[in-house]
């Protein structure tokens, strides 16, 4: 069965890194495309960032670029997010999650658990 | 970016009764709509895709159905599991690909 599990969040101070690492199984992790998604404490959903099977195409949301890398390696079946410079309002359950793919891409059709980032001084 | 509505933001209803939930977007998606669940302390769940197409494993109590700019999730008969948070989110032009702020369904 299609398993995610992510890992690295924690408390870190303003301007601070972390990186975080999605853990995939279950499923051909090359073929697909992934995605970052967090949710700040008692809020909604918010789409971070994407890339592609290949890792040929990335992208971010606009409150995040600069600050924040996507990257996968397909030899370790693994998902990552770089980020960088952070800041009080990056405090979220960060999830990643699988793209579906041909006709129905864009929908996320499985989900890790989530891990908490916390900035704060 | 699309802008996506739902309403109401907070819905009470009785076990075993219908529940009709709402999503507007800031311009047509087409049939690019999906739903999510999510229970308290639990990542989202994906329901419904194409607007109206169910996930593998969802319950026929779970149905979707419009398409442009408006789209409703009906759930037939609430049981107890289907008190939740309910996300839509459009996938047509994306990225970004974008949420509604959900709708609560709560035991009334």
């Known amino acids: 069965q299609v398993q995610l599990v992510e890992s690295g969040g924690g408390l870190v101070k303003p301007g601070g890194s972390l990186r975080l690492s999605c853990a995939a199984s279950?499923?051909?992790?090359?073929?697909?495309?992934m995605s970052w998604i967090r949710q700040a404490p008692g809020k909604g959903l918010e789409w971070v960032s994407y890339?592609?099977?290949?890792?040929?195409?990335?992208n971010y949301a606009d409150s995040v670029k600069g600050r924040f890398t996507i990257s996968r390696d397909n030899a370790k079946n693994s998902l990552y997010l770089q980020m960088n410079s952070l800041r009080a309002e990056d405090t979220a359950v960060y999830y990643c999650?699988?793209?579906?793919?041909?006709?129905?891409?864009?929908?996320?059709?499985?989900w890790g658990q989530g891990t908490l980032v916390t900035v704060s001084s | 970016e699309i802008v996506m509505t739902q309403s109401p933001a907070t819905l009470s209803v009785s076990p075993g009764e219908r529940a009709t939930l709402s999503c507007r977007a800031s311009?047509?998606?087409?049939?690019?709509l999906a739903w999510y669940q999510q229970k308290p302390g639990q990542a989202p769940r994906l329901l419904i895709y194409?607007?109206?197409t169910r996930a593998t494993g969802i319950p026929a109590r779970f149905s979707g159905s419009g398409s442009g700019t408006e789209f409703t999730l009906t759930i037939s008969s609430l049981q107890s599991e289907d008190f939740a948070i309910y996300y839509c989110?459009?996938?047509?032009?994306?990225?970004?690909?974008?949420f509604g702020g959900g709708t609560k369904v709560e035991i009334k």
């Open positions: 989110q459009q996938y047509n032009n994306w990225p970004p690909v974008t």
């Open positions: 279950g499923f051909t992790f090359s073929d697909y495309h």
């Open positions: 999650a699988r793209v579906d793919y041909g006709g129905n891409s864009g929908v996320l059709d499985y």
């Open positions: 890339i592609s099977s290949s890792s040929g195409y990335t």
């Open positions: 311009q047509s998606v087409s049939s690019k």
């Open positions: 194409g607007a109206s």
